[in-house]
Structure formats: structure tokens, C-alpha cells
């Protein structure tokens, strides 16, 4: 099967973020709530692990499979997109406690109420790429 | 084995985070999932509505890959890896919830308030998923990214853009949270 590695990866993180509650609405909440260390240790060490690797991957020591070197695509510049999209998901973030990773995590532990949120995160993006040349970006 | 059935702790889950985003940049391809919902738009044929949808969606067909992975992943986990569904939250956290009419919040692993199927049938509980879900859709793809592609590929990064998207994530999370979970609920 093509891109049957991916999937495998896709299993060992769907089981890593269960197994950490990161999908658990709980924790989200008790995160906003400034109530545990949990969530931020989880995103704290793998963001200072994942700079180290960026180091490497920009200084060519590691490169991918074919031995290319691996490029990080920039994200797109400007402030209102940033700080107007982040908000907005956060806002709905802090409400379902599931980003999109989570989402489809959830539909496999077989909350299937979930499928409502997904089906909202797809009118979303309709509506997004329906409405982004009058927003400010 | 026993470890592996008990909740992981976070300097465990943290570093499995980055080694699975390492597979995806050595495999050269990139951590990034809610551009998925677009993909699935585009699938669903919106091209026909909105140009942006009209594009070879083949091309992500390894991201679609890795999230039928996670939906695996999740029920793997759930099916044989965790034996005890609660979660054990601060107990200021559970007084909290409780204050604001989350009965025996932790007990679960989601909260019945939200997730379960009688207040998903009701038209106030359908509305917070499918209004939460719209927020999530709509404020990822506006700052070009969630919590995979922000948070953690872009702050490993140390992308500017990214620092001022995730500081918006908390900007709306705690809104929610502190303002707008006590007027909801």
C-alpha cells in the first residue's frame, strides 16, 4: 500500500496522544485553568527537543530518507491572520477540547458525537476560504 | 508492561511528539493536520463552489494516510491499552467544573456534558460541537495552522508568525474558559 508508513506513524501518535490524555477534554480545560503542568510539559519538551532537531535539519547533519536535505516551509508572515486565526481556534479549542489532530483520535476510541465537531471544522473551512478576501490577514 | 497501561506522563508523550514529527520530515513530508480539512473538502468536491478546493487532492493522500492512522491509533488505545478511563485532574480543577455543572468531571475520559449522545441530540449540545468544530476549522485555516503546525513544528522552528498564533490560542482558550465555559454551561 502507498504511504503505508504514514499510517503506521499515525497509529504510534494517535496512541501517544491518547495514552498522554491530550485528547481528553480535561485536561484541556485544567490546562486553561493554569491547574497542572501536564499539558505544558507534553508541548514544552517536544517543542526544545523539536528545536534541537531543527538544528540538525537545517545544518544538513540529519537529512531524509533519499538524502536530501530537509527544508522547514515558513509559515506565512503577518499579524491578523496569526493573531485573529489564533484566537478563533482557541476560542473552539477551549470549548470541544480537541484541536483537528484529536478529533479523528477521538472517532477511533469510538466517540462518534465527535463526527458533529469535524463536520463544524469542515463548514469552517468552507466558510474561511468563502470570506478571506474581506478579512484581514 | 504495566507502564504502558497507565496515563503516560508528559516528559514521555513530549519527546514520542517530536519523534513522530521527525518520521514525517525524514519521510519528506511535513506535521501539519488541519490542512486535512481542506483535502476533505476538496474530496467532498467544494472545488465546484470555491477554486481554492480545485486542486489534485492526491497529493495529500499521505496526510489522509496518517490520520486514518490516528483514528487506528485511538481505538487501539482505547480497545487494549487503557483499562482505567479516568482521568486525574487537580481536584481544584474538579471543583471547579463542578461549580459550573460538570458532575464527576475526571471520572470519564470526556465529559458526558458535551460528548454524550443525549446532549448531542439536544439542539444547545449539537451547536457547542458543531460550533466549537467551526471555530477550530475556521481559526486554523485562517492562521494557517493548529496546534501541530504552530505549536510544535512552528515554534521548533522559532517562527515568529507561529509565537503570535499560539499566544491567539490562548488568547481565545482562555476567553472561553474563564468567560464564556461559566455563561455556556
Known sequence: MKHFRFLVIGVFFGIVLSKAEIISWYRIYEMFKFQSFHMYGVIGSAVILGIILFRFFNNGKIKDYLGNKINIEPKKKGFYRNILGGTIFGLGWGLIGACPGPMFILLGRGVFTILVAILGGLIGVLLYHAIKNKLPH | ?185
Open chain 2, 1 to 185: 508492561m504495566d507502564f504502558i497501561l497507565e496515563p503516560w506522563p508528559w516528559y514521555v508523550a513530549g519527546p514520542l511528539i517530536t519523534l513522530s514529527m521527525f518520521f514525517l520530515f525524514y519521510f519528506g513530508k511535513k506535521f501539519g493536520v488541519s490542512s486535512n480539512l481542506e483535502t476533505m473538502c476538496a474530496i467532498g468536491g467544494a472545488g465546484r463552489f470555491n477554486e481554492f478546493f480545485d486542486f489534485d487532492w492526491k497529493k495529500n493522500g499521505w496526510n489522509l494516510m496518517f490520520i486514518a492512522g490516528t483514528i487506528i491509533g485511538g481505538f487501539i488505545a482505547f480497545q487494549w491499552l487503557t483499562p482505567d478511563e479516568s482521568v486525574a485532574i487537580n481536584l481544584k480543577t474538579m471543583q471547579d467544573l463542578s461549580e459550573v455543572g460538570f458532575s464527576n468531571a475526571g471520572a470519564q475520559y470526556l465529559p458526558d456534558e458535551i460528548f454524550s449522545i443525549d446532549t448531542v441530540m439536544s439542539l444547545k449540545g449539537f451547536l457547542i460541537l458543531l460550533g466549537g468544530g467551526i471555530l477550530v476549522g475556521f481559526g486554523s485555516r485562517y492562521a494557517g495552522g493548529c496546534t501541530s503546525g504552530h505549536a510544535i513544528t512552528g515554534l521548533s522552528n522559532l517562527e515568529l508568525p507561529s509565537l503570535i498564533s499560539v499566544i491567539g490560542f490562548f488568547i481565545g482558550g482562555l476567553i472561553m474558559t474563564w468567560i464564556l465555559i461559566p455563561i455556556i454551561f
